[in-house]
């Protein structure tokens, strides 16, 4: 248990349909991540937030939306997603920008 | 452009020793982290260097070596659970992680 949890585990969705991912953490860290973690490659961070303030997006296409409403939740709106995009999403956080990460589980998504 | 190389799979036998070797290139250099990925798990924070030298942590030690853009991590006395993906990341002179693909170690009994 790392105080990080992302919810839901697995998650199967059409390329149609709407889904959202999301985090929680309990560790009073003020910064949040998203990455995508596919087979054998290396981590893909996605969005950073600060402070509830984005302050990267590494030219994410428009389908991922992150929303951040509070410094201990952050989500990831999906839609119209391509098979492309099946992928472990691991969310983490950390105390600041500079220091070590804790990862939550993540979400296996599947996309058919 | 930003790299780190590290391998893709080793094979240990339980009780030996195993080093697992990450080399980088980045712009700019804030530190390096080692994590352990289990299947199916999240990565969880094993070691942090950020200057050169040897790290001691129980049966797991990382050396930096700035100059050389090179880190490895040492595992003593492996055991059958440290059967996991190793990931190497660099923090960059603008504090953003640059990441491994991993190194998956197999322990063999």
């Known amino acids: 248990e790392t105080g990080v949890t992302q919810t839901p585990r697995h998650l199967v969705m059409g390329m149609t349909n709407k889904k959202s991912l999301k985090c929680e953490q309990h560790?009073?860290?003020?910064?949040m991540y998203w990455y995508k973690q596919s087979a054998k490659k290396p981590l893909e961070l996605m969005f950073v937030?600060?402070?509830?303030?984005?302050?990267e997006n590494n030219s994410v296409p428009s389908r991922f939306s992150p929303e951040c409403p509070n410094s201990s939740h952050l989500f990831l709106h999906l839609h119209t997603l391509q098979p492309e995009d099946s992928a472990l999403y691991l969310c983490?956080?950390?105390?600041?920008?500079?220091?070590?990460?804790?990862f939550g589980q993540g979400t296996r998504l599947t996309v058919v | 452009g930003q790299n780190i190389d590290q391998p893709t799979e080793m094979t240990a036998t339980e009780g030996a020793i195993v080093q697992i070797n990450c080399t980088y290139q980045?712009?700019?250099?804030?530190?390096l982290f080692w994590y352990q990925q289990h299947a199916g798990e999240a990565p969880t924070f094993l070691s942090y260097?950020?200057l050169d030298g040897l790290e001691e942590k129980g049966r797991f030690s990382s050396f930096l070596s700035r100059s050389k853009g090179y880190s490895y991590l040492l595992l003593k006395e492996l055991q059958m659970k440290d059967s996991a993906s190793y990931l190497c990341?660099?923090?960059?002179?603008?504090?953003?992680?640059?990441w491994g693909a991993g190194t998956k170690l197999i322990i063999k009994p």
């Open positions: 983490a956080s950390s105390s600041s920008e500079n220091t070590e990460a804790f």
């Open positions: 560790l009073g860290h003020n910064a």
């Open positions: 937030y600060n402070f509830k303030e984005q302050t």
């Open positions: 980045t712009s700019g250099f804030n530190g």
């Open positions: 260097n950020v």
């Open positions: 990341a660099v923090m960059d002179s603008n504090y953003q992680l640059i």
